[in-house]
C-alpha cells in the first residue's frame, strides 16, 4: 500500500470538520467545575463565579441553579448563552457558626439533552480564629442541697498568630476563678465555681469576657446558663372569713 500524502491527509480532516452534523449542536464546558477557596476565618463571605462557555452551534439555557443548603446564595447567572460566547453563574458561601473541611454542591439545569444536569462543588476549610470549647455551658439547676456549681472553659487558637489572654471580665465579683495556661500563645483554661447564695430567677445566663491580642476578634465570650426554680407559693385561708356555721357543721 503505498503512503498516502500528509497534505491531502490534512485536507481531508478539514473537510470532516466542515461537514453539518459534526459539531454539536449543544455542548458546555466549565472551566472549573470545582472550586477549592483554601483556608478563610469563620464570618467572613466567600465569592466565586463559575465561568462557562457554549461550544455548541444552538443557545444554551440555564433553567435554575440550586445549592445544597441555605449558607449558599446565587447571586446572578446567565440564563441564556449564545453559540462560542462565555456564561457566568456567581454564588456566595455564608460562613457563621462553620468549623472544619465544607463541601457544598450546586446543581445547574441546562436544556442540554446530554447535560440536563450539572454539578458544581464549592469547597474549602473554615477555622474560628478563637475557638471556645464549650461556648455555653450548662451548669444545672439549683435546689436546697446545692453547695456550688463548677465549669470551665478552654480558650484555644486556630489562628497563625500568637493569642494573649490580655483580660478577664467575670459576669459578677462573687464568682471564684481560676485561669491556667496549658500551652503559651496557644490554649489557655478558665476554671470557675459559684457558690451560694444563688443570685437570679429561673433560667439565669452570665458570661466571662476575655480580652485578646487579636485585632478582629479583641473580645470574646463564654456564657454559662443555671436554673432556680420558683419558690412554691402557699395560699393560707384566714379563721375569720368562714362562716361560724359552716365551722358547726363541720365540728357536728
Known amino acids: 500500500?503505498?503512503?498516502?500524502?500528509?497534505?491531502?491527509?490534512l485536507l481531508l480532516f478539514l473537510t470532516l470538520l466542515n461537514i453539518p452534523g459534526c459539531t454539536r449542536p449543544?455542548?458546555?464546558?466549565?472551566?472549573?467545575?470545582?472550586?477549592?477557596?483554601?483556608?478563610?476565618?469563620e464570618g467572613e463571605k466567600v465569592n466565586y463565579t463559575y465561568i462557562f462557555k457554549n461550544n455548541g452551534t444552538e443557545p444554551v439555557t440555564i433553567r435554575y441553579v440550586q445549592p445544597s443548603c441555605v449558607c449558599t446564595r446565587i447571586?446572578?447567572?446567565?440564563?441564556?448563552?449564545?453559540?462560542?460566547?462565555?456564561?457566568?453563574?456567581?454564588?456566595?458561601l455564608d460562613t457563621p457558626r462553620y468549623n472544619g473541611d465544607v463541601v457544598k454542591l450546586i446543581d445547574v439545569k441546562t436544556n442540554i439533552p446530554e447535560q440536563k444536569s450539572i454539578r458544581l462543588t464549592l469547597k474549602g476549610r473554615i477555622i474560628i480564629?478563637?475557638?471556645?470549647?464549650?461556648?455555653?455551658s450548662w451548669l444545672g439547676e439549683v435546689n436546697a442541697e446545692t453547695?456550688?456549681?463548677?465549669?470551665?472553659?478552654?480558650?484555644?487558637?486556630?489562628?497563625?498568630?500568637?493569642?494573649?489572654?490580655?483580660?478577664?471580665i467575670?459576669?459578677?465579683?462573687?464568682?471564684?476563678?481560676?485561669?491556667?495556661?496549658?500551652?503559651?500563645?496557644?490554649?489557655?483554661?478558665?476554671?470557675?465555681?459559684l457558690y451560694p447564695p444563688f443570685k437570679g430567677k429561673e433560667k439565669v445566663e452570665k458570661k466571662?469576657?476575655?480580652?485578646?491580642?487579636?485585632?478582629?476578634?479583641?473580645?470574646?465570650?463564654?456564657?454559662?446558663?443555671?436554673?432556680?426554680p420558683s419558690a412554691p407559693v402557699i395560699h393560707s385561708l384566714s379563721f375569720n372569713s368562714v362562716n361560724k356555721s359552716d365551722t358547726l357543721d363541720c365540728i357536728r
Open 170 to 193: 467575670p459576669p459578677d465579683n462573687d464568682i471564684t476563678y481560676s485561669f491556667t495556661i496549658i500551652e503559651e500563645d496557644q490554649r489557655y483554661k478558665l476554671d470557675y465555681i
Open 129 to 136: 480564629p478563637i475557638e471556645l470549647i464549650p461556648l455555653n
Open 75 to 92: 447571586l446572578e447567572w446567565d440564563k441564556m448563552v449564545s453559540p462560542g460566547t462565555k456564561g457566568r453563574i456567581s454564588v456566595i
Open 1 to 9: 500500500m503505498k503512503n498516502i500524502n500528509p497534505v491531502i491527509l
Open 208 to 228: 466571662f469576657t476575655f480580652k485578646t491580642n487579636n485585632e478582629k476578634n479583641e473580645y470574646v465570650s463564654h456564657k454559662f446558663f443555671y436554673y432556680i
Open 26 to 41: 449543544f455542548a458546555i464546558q466549565f472551566e472549573k467545575e470545582i472550586h477549592d477557596f483554601g483556608v478563610v476565618e
Open 147 to 168: 453547695e456550688f456549681l463548677r465549669g470551665s472553659v478552654e480558650i484555644k487558637n486556630n489562628a497563625d498568630t500568637s493569642l494573649k489572654i490580655t483580660g478577664i
